[in-house]
């Protein structure tokens, strides 16, 4: 067992029950193949939450700064996650998230960049698109609806993937490409209220 599935499985066991966590839609992310997994962003919790509710082990960029915490910077990296400088273009990091999504497997996103100070739907940052168009990946839409509240439900809603066919035959650009993936997790947001 990896440190990664026991963290899992241990996380799992405390935030199900304390949360209540309603998974709806886990097979809409496809079993196989580079999956881009773009997810609203209402809490701290919320990478665990959709990392540990996720049919299949998610890769995060998280906030450079976690990885210099006493403790915490060493176990960040063995739970699939690797660090991105907010605020500027980290080419690493977008190099780190390609290669994650060639190699077949699933990279999450808050497309938003930070946590929404009012649980609304912010606008998304281009990162999203950019992957969405530089890869063959299947872009899954997903809407954590909350709020975090012991013993009151909170979902996890998995959308359909998302068909980025028209923006890539129009030449779109990531914009355009983060602009459709946002509008697919209000919908969610909006169907699943």
């Known amino acids: 067992?990896?440190?990664?599935?026991?963290?899992?499985?241990?996380?799992?066991?405390?935030?199900?029950?304390?949360?209540?966590?309603?998974?709806?839609?886990?097979?809409?992310?496809?079993?196989?193949?580079?999956?881009?997994?773009?997810s609203n962003h209402i809490d701290n919790f919320d990478p665990i939450?959709?990392?540990?509710?996720?049919?299949?082990?998610?890769?995060?960029?998280?906030?450079?700064?976690?990885?210099?915490?006493?403790?915490?910077?060493?176990?960040?990296?063995?739970?699939?996650?690797?660090?991105?400088?907010?605020?500027?273009?980290?080419?690493?990091?977008?190099?780190?998230?390609?290669?994650?999504?060639?190699?077949?497997k699933v990279l999450g996103l808050f497309p938003e960049g930070t946590r929404s100070k009012n649980g609304e739907l912010g606008k998304g940052l281009a990162g999203a698109g950019f992957f969405a168009l530089r890869t063959e990946a299947h872009i899954v839409p997903c809407a954590i609806v909350g709020p975090y509240r012991p013993l009151r439900k909170l979902k996890v809603v998995y959308g359909k993937p998302i068909d980025m066919t028209i923006i890539k035959e129009n030449k779109g650009n990531a914009e355009q490409a983060t602009e459709l993936i946002m509008g697919e997790i209000r919908k969610l947001l909006n169907e699943y209220k």
């Open 1 to 38: 067992m990896t440190f990664y599935d026991f963290a899992r499985s241990v996380v799992y066991g405390v935030f199900k029950p304390l949360y209540r966590v309603e998974v709806i839609g886990k097979e809409n992310v496809p079993a196989e193949g580079g999956v881009l997994l773009c």
């Open 49 to 104: 939450i959709v990392g540990m509710m996720a049919p299949r082990p998610v890769h995060f960029m998280a906030k450079e700064e976690l990885f210099k915490v006493p403790i915490l910077g060493k176990m960040v990296p063995h739970l699939n996650a690797f660090p991105v400088k907010r605020g500027m273009s980290d080419r690493e990091a977008l190099r780190k998230g390609l290669a994650v999504l060639k190699e077949g």
